[in-house]
């Protein structure tokens, strides 16, 4: 991630109101954004806490290191003359955060260099960058613990900014350096920039803080940990007019230089050297933090080839992507039409299918011609990967009638049939279906176009939602109500900024993260759950985000496969 400090946003969901009734009317006070005062650190850091902490604030309150391009430049003519790697030498940035060292790698030359980092946001400013320069550059999102490269890949693989030493156990690590050496071609070379753990855990300051720029500055706690393994850090972001925006916790294993040397050996490296001692020269020269003082260490792996599998020829298979139109408006988009963010998941998808080469992948996004270009299809088309949440024409009523068409057509293709599409249509209906299921559903009220006055049976806050539309069409930031006015204005907006003019459903507002769950099979069959994949996301009260999961999770089983007949 290339950090100094391990520093993002970490803000803490509101909590709920624990098994106290719902109070008439009450007005929700407003959520504190710091926990005060902690005697024990270390109970408040998740063990994950690396997977969204690393955005816009990390960038500021380590900018005077990560966004410092003359320190960067130094270090890479540094980490070069180590490596001695060749422009056309294939290397790996591991958790590369923004890219700084992979885009200056790309800037001197270097046709074949890649990073690789968990962060979306930190990738996504990568790309931005490399796009803006007009550098060859990839990025990759994903957990350093499962590179997705074939074995003996790369010739140089780096771990740079202090960017290891994250994950919750030792055991962790270690898979981080096995997958480096996997991926590493034989004689490759590792080089890991590491803080210096045994001066840290002597010299950490406990308490500090400093300006990061005119309108924030950052307070920081540490701990070691209990067993004195990790340094537990506590970072408040504060705002001179708004004043705590995020308090955060995180940790950070402590590797001396005997401790880094056994566990590469341990991970198959050889040829370990520990080359000394490098410190930033930060133009704010105030909490360098664990990047105060870091070791480099380089190692080799040697091997032999990975022996290839031989694999019977398989057909390559024909697969059809339906997409929304983007040449449509589309009403449910911020400014109704496709944005930077539709462009670049889209882009990210045929970059990801471009990888298989056992299927042939072709695309249809010309809705004006849709049906045609489906019809010519059948028959010489596997399976249509249905990816048109935005319905046909870009019209969200009509996005049932794309399953419909394929079934007519008898082609297979993803995701829910029509008739699960109708229902996720009606809000209403899906809290009855959960309701029989014994799925829990906050409490709801209905507010009808004819409806003058109203009183809710249940307290505040509450979220405004039209009941019949799709996924989150007519929520926005002010659909969570604290007060009556509030709420009076919510319903006002969807009126008449999205001219809906059907019952408005008012629901009691569910704090905590969102959850997706991805599925394959089809009933009666034994379908498949993959990993449950928390969103995480800011204090939603606090800063008018909309957290509460629509009933719509029926609608995109997205592995979901239905077979003709």
Not at 171 to 195: N, S
Not at 449 to 478: A, C, H, M, W, Y
């Amino acid at each position: 991630m290339n950090g100094k400090n391990g520093n993002g946003n970490g803000d803490k969901p509101p909590q709920g109101n624990g098994d106290k009734p719902p109070q008439r009317n009450r007005v929700l006070k407003p959520q504190r954004r710091s926990l005060g005062p902690v005697p024990n650190l270390e109970e408040h850091v998740r063990s994950d806490w690396w997977r969204c902490i690393f955005n816009s604030l990390y960038l500021k309150t380590d900018g005077d290191v990560v966004e410092d391009q003359k320190i960067t430049s130094k270090e890479i003519d540094y980490f070069l003359s180590l490596l001695k790697t060749k422009p056309d030498d294939r290397i790996l940035d591991l958790c590369c955060g923004q890219g700084r060292h992979t885009l200056e790698m790309a800037r001197r030359g270097y046709k074949n260099v890649e990073g690789f980092d968990r962060s979306h946001y930190l990738i996504q400013r990568g790309k931005g960058i490399a796009k803006k320069e007009g550098l060859s550059v990839r990025f990759k999102e994903g957990d350093a613990r499962k590179i997705p490269h074939s074995p003996d890949t790369f010739d140089a693989v780096v771990i740079l900014g202090n960017s290891f030493g994250y994950f919750e156990t030792v055991q962790d690590d270690l898979r981080v350096l096995k997958e480096v050496a996997r991926a590493l071609k034989p004689w490759g070379k590792l080089l890991i920039d590491v803080t210096d753990g045994e001066f840290t855990r002597e010299r950490f300051a406990p308490r500090s803080w400093e300006w990061i720029d005119k309108q924030h500055f950052v307070c920081r706690e540490r701990s070691l940990s209990a067993d004195g393994d990790r340094l537990i850090s506590r970072e408040i972001i504060n705002h001179v007019n708004k004043g705590a925006i995020a308090d955060q916790f995180y940790a950070e294993r402590l590797y001396t230089r005997d401790s880094i040397v056994k566990l590469l050996q341990t991970a198959g490296f050889s040829d370990i050297t520990i080359h000394g001692e490098i410190s930033p020269d930060s133009q704010r020269n105030m909490d360098l933090g664990m990047m105060e003082k870091r070791i480099v260490v380089t190692a080799v792996v040697r091997k032999e080839w990975s022996q290839q599998r031989s694999r019977a020829r398989r057909e390559v298979r024909n697969i059809t992507v339906v997409m929304g139109d983007p040449t449509k408006p589309d009403i449910l988009k911020p400014m109704c039409v496709f944005d930077d963010d539709d462009f670049y998941t889209i882009d990210q998808l045929k970059s990801a299918l471009k990888e298989l080469p056992q299927y042939s992948v072709n695309y249809v996004t010309n809705h004006d011609s849709l049906i045609q270009d489906l019809m010519r299809l059948k028959g010489k088309t596997d399976l249509i990967l249905n990816l048109c949440d935005e319905g046909f024409g870009n019209n969200p009523r009509k996005e049932l009638h794309l399953p419909a068409l394929f079934e007519m057509l008898e082609i297979p293709y993803t995701g829910a049939g029509p008739q699960c599409l109708a229902h996720c249509y009606d809000k209403s209906l899906v809290r009855g279906i959960a309701k029989e299921m014994g799925i829990p559903v906050p409490a709801a009220y209905f507010v009808n176009p004819e409806d003058s006055t109203f009183e809710l049976p249940f307290g505040f806050p509450v979220i405004t939602k039209p009941n019949f539309g799709d996924s989150s069409f007519g929520i926005t930031q002010r659909s969570v109500c604290s007060t009556h006015e509030e709420l009076l204005n919510s319903l006002s907006e969807i009126r008449s900024k999205f001219g809906y003019d059907k019952p408005i459903l008012v629901e009691e507002f569910l704090t905590g993260a969102d959850l997706t769950v991805g599925i394959i099979g089809n009933p009666p069959s034994n379908p498949k759950c993959r990993s449950v994949a928390p969103i995480c996301r800011k204090n939603s009260v606090a800063t008018g985000e909309v957290t509460q999961a629509e009933y719509t999770t029926a609608k995109h089983p997205a592995t979901m496969i239905r077979r003709k007949g």
